[in-house]
Nanobody
Framework: QVQLVESGGGLVQAGGSLRLSCAAS????????MGWYRQAPGKQRELVAQ???????NVGDSVKGRFTISRDNAKNTVYLQMNSLKPEDTAVYYC?????????????WGQGTQVTVSS
Protein backbone atom coordinates (compact mmCIF):
# COMPACT_ATOMS: atom_id res chain seq x y z
CA GLN A 1 0.00 0.00 0.00
CA VAL A 2 1.29 3.42 -0.97
CA GLN A 3 0.40 6.72 0.65
CA LEU A 4 0.92 10.25 -0.65
CA VAL A 5 0.76 12.94 2.02
CA GLU A 6 0.61 16.58 0.98
CA SER A 7 1.41 19.63 3.05
CA GLY A 8 1.94 23.34 2.62
CA GLY A 9 -1.43 24.62 1.47
CA GLY A 10 -3.16 27.61 3.01
CA LEU A 11 -4.41 31.14 2.54
CA VAL A 12 -2.20 33.74 0.89
CA GLN A 13 -2.68 37.16 -0.65
CA ALA A 14 -2.33 37.69 -4.37
CA GLY A 15 1.30 38.06 -5.32
CA GLY A 16 2.42 35.85 -2.48
CA SER A 17 4.10 32.46 -2.46
CA LEU A 18 3.48 28.99 -1.11
CA ARG A 19 5.44 25.75 -1.27
CA LEU A 20 3.64 22.44 -1.43
CA SER A 21 5.27 19.16 -0.50
CA CYS A 22 4.16 15.59 -1.12
CA ALA A 23 5.88 12.59 0.41
CA ALA A 24 5.27 9.04 -0.80
CA SER A 25 5.57 6.16 1.63
CA UNK A 26 4.84 2.46 1.76
CA UNK A 27 5.85 -0.33 -0.60
CA UNK A 28 7.89 1.63 -3.15
CA UNK A 29 10.46 0.14 -5.48
CA UNK A 30 10.54 2.91 -8.03
CA UNK A 31 8.67 6.15 -8.76
CA UNK A 32 8.33 7.25 -12.35
CA UNK A 33 6.32 10.44 -12.78
CA MET A 34 5.36 12.69 -9.88
CA GLY A 35 3.11 15.66 -10.33
CA TRP A 36 0.54 18.13 -9.13
CA TYR A 37 -3.00 18.60 -10.34
CA ARG A 38 -5.61 21.06 -9.16
CA GLN A 39 -9.36 21.31 -9.14
CA ALA A 40 -11.31 24.51 -8.60
CA PRO A 41 -15.02 24.47 -7.71
CA GLY A 42 -17.13 23.65 -10.75
CA LYS A 43 -14.09 22.91 -12.91
CA GLN A 44 -12.34 19.77 -14.07
CA ARG A 45 -9.11 18.61 -12.52
CA GLU A 46 -6.17 19.97 -14.51
CA LEU A 47 -2.47 19.28 -14.66
CA VAL A 48 -0.32 21.89 -12.96
CA ALA A 49 3.11 20.34 -13.38
CA GLN A 50 4.83 16.98 -13.52
CA UNK A 51 8.39 15.71 -13.29
CA UNK A 52 9.89 12.39 -14.28
CA UNK A 53 12.59 10.56 -12.36
CA UNK A 54 15.34 11.94 -14.59
CA UNK A 55 14.29 15.51 -13.84
CA UNK A 56 12.48 16.58 -17.02
CA UNK A 57 9.42 18.67 -16.31
CA ASN A 58 6.13 19.57 -17.92
CA VAL A 59 4.44 22.73 -16.63
CA GLY A 60 0.94 23.92 -17.46
CA ASP A 61 0.63 27.07 -19.53
CA SER A 62 -1.41 28.88 -16.89
CA VAL A 63 1.38 28.61 -14.31
CA LYS A 64 4.47 28.65 -16.49
CA GLY A 65 7.03 31.13 -15.23
CA ARG A 66 5.39 31.29 -11.78
CA PHE A 67 5.40 27.69 -10.51
CA THR A 68 8.39 25.36 -10.27
CA ILE A 69 8.25 21.63 -9.67
CA SER A 70 11.13 19.66 -8.20
CA ARG A 71 11.69 16.30 -6.51
CA ASP A 72 14.01 14.60 -4.07
CA ASN A 73 14.28 11.00 -5.20
CA ALA A 74 16.04 9.93 -2.01
CA LYS A 75 13.06 11.15 0.02
CA ASN A 76 10.36 10.12 -2.49
CA THR A 77 9.11 13.69 -2.26
CA VAL A 78 7.89 16.19 -4.84
CA TYR A 79 7.63 19.93 -4.30
CA LEU A 80 5.70 22.73 -5.96
CA GLN A 81 7.02 26.23 -5.45
CA MET A 82 4.25 28.68 -6.29
CA ASN A 83 5.16 32.34 -6.74
CA SER A 84 3.18 35.37 -7.90
CA LEU A 85 -0.03 33.64 -6.90
CA LYS A 86 -3.30 34.84 -8.40
CA PRO A 87 -6.89 34.42 -7.18
CA GLU A 88 -7.48 32.06 -10.11
CA ASP A 89 -4.90 29.69 -8.62
CA THR A 90 -7.39 28.96 -5.83
CA ALA A 91 -8.12 25.24 -5.88
CA VAL A 92 -7.55 21.95 -4.15
CA TYR A 93 -4.11 20.72 -5.17
CA TYR A 94 -3.57 16.98 -5.52
CA CYS A 95 -0.30 15.11 -5.61
CA UNK A 96 0.05 12.25 -8.08
CA UNK A 97 2.70 9.58 -8.51
CA UNK A 98 3.20 6.56 -10.74
CA UNK A 99 4.78 3.93 -8.51
CA UNK A 100 6.25 0.46 -9.06
CA UNK A 101 6.07 -1.81 -6.02
CA UNK A 102 8.16 -4.58 -7.64
CA UNK A 103 5.13 -6.29 -9.15
CA UNK A 104 2.61 -3.63 -10.22
CA UNK A 105 2.52 -0.06 -11.47
CA UNK A 106 -0.03 2.07 -9.63
CA UNK A 107 -1.31 5.59 -10.19
CA UNK A 108 -1.59 7.03 -6.68
CA TRP A 109 -3.21 10.23 -5.43
CA GLY A 110 -2.93 12.28 -2.28
CA GLN A 111 -5.91 13.53 -0.33
CA GLY A 112 -5.53 17.10 -1.58
CA THR A 113 -4.54 20.36 0.05
CA GLN A 114 -6.48 23.61 -0.24
CA VAL A 115 -4.79 26.68 -1.67
CA THR A 116 -6.74 29.93 -1.41
CA VAL A 117 -5.46 33.17 -2.91
CA SER A 118 -7.24 36.33 -1.84
CA SER A 119 -7.37 39.43 -4.00
Amino acid sequence: QVQLVESGGGLVQAGGSLRLSCAASGRIFRINTMGWYRQAPGKQRELVAQIVSGGSTNVGDSVKGRFTISRDNAKNTVYLQMNSLKPEDTAVYYCNAVIWDSSTWSNSWGQGTQVTVSS
